[in-house]
Nanobody
Framework: QVQLVESGGGLVQPGGSLRLSCAAS????????MGWYRQAPGKERELVAT???????NFADSVKDRFSISRDSAKNTMYLQMNSLKPEDTALYYC???????????????WGQGTQVTVSS
């Protein structure tokens, strides 16, 4: 089994910063792409940023100049550094990872439970 646990969310003022973490655990052989997604009330879940095992990144246009994504392969952990936060960034942020488990032939996609980010004055 795989567990993805997000942390680092909270309440922050506009213009502030937060760093989210996603730690993967389980019988993990390797992790391919990891990414952050977010969902605001009444809205569809949307991609925020992704990072491949090789370090290639992709960002939503709305966050491209403000957020950065990174990963620590040795710790099976991914980070999202969020700067210059805006009220429209308020959402539940989810971690996603494509993981190859021991004794499995393929990679499968897994989701964390989410961490709340609220940007408000």
């Amino acid at each position: 089994q795989v567990q993805l646990v997000e942390s680092g969310g909270g309440l922050v003022q506009p213009g502030g910063s937060l760093r989210l973490s996603c730690a993967a655990s389980g019988s993990i052989f390797s992790i391919n792409t990891m990414g952050w997604y977010r969902q605001a009330p009444g809205k569809e879940r949307e991609l925020v940023a992704t990072i491949t095992s090789g370090g290639s990144t992709n960002f939503a246009d709305s966050v491209k100049d403000r957020f950065s994504i990174s990963r620590d392969s040795a710790k099976n952990t991914m980070y999202l550094q969020m700067n210059s936060l805006k009220p429209e960034d308020t959402a539940l942020y989810y971690c996603n990872a494509v993981i190859h488990l021991f004794n499995h032939a393929t990679y499968d996609s897994y989701w964390g439970q989410g961490t709340q980010v609220t940007v408000s004055s």
